[in-house]
């Protein structure tokens, strides 16, 4: 990766190859020794806006910040290859900026997607704490999924849901 930052935002290109051998001599499931490599590039980018305002006589900064992730991983077929650790990954706020849909190294996810968010925090500008924070985001998927575990259907949607995430600190115990 190559991060670029600036303090009005930042934008970090990446690129890699998963690599997996398996050696899979005398088994009862005839497996064979294989290997598999699949490269990766994705690009991080996003954009700081903030603002101050007073509300209820204390000082605050918002902050709008705007988020796109875009994630390429070529298809390439692993049907062949076991399942010792590995599942799909729940889908929820993590999910959004991840560069794999699984947990575990048995699958690599094919991918050409892109994420869009927007993330607002409301910090007191006297203490620098952080009283509201609230993202809002979606992945858009431009091919449709390939790569599944065994007896898994694939996503056939053109978009995930809507992920809304807020956090908060009401007071300095709650």
Known sequence: SY?????????TPKAGVHFTRYNMTDNEQGFADTSRTVPMASVDAGLFF???????GRDFVQTLEPR????????????????FSTDEVDFGASSLFRE???????RIGDANQLTAAVSS????SGSGLERLQATLGQI???????VTLPGRAVREDNKSDLVAIVTGQVTPAF
Do not use: M
């Open 121 to 124: 925090r409301l910090i007191e």
């Open 140 to 146: 858009y998927y431009f091919e449709p999924q390939r």
């Open 3 to 11: 991060p670029i930052r600036r303090p009005w935002g930042y934008v």
């Open 68 to 83: 796109l992730f875009y994630l390429n991983v070529p298809y390439r077929d692993q049907s062949k290859l076991p399942v």
């Open 50 to 56: 903030d603002r101050a305002f007073a509300l209820g």
């Open 100 to 106: 794999n849909r699984f947990i575990g190294g048995d």
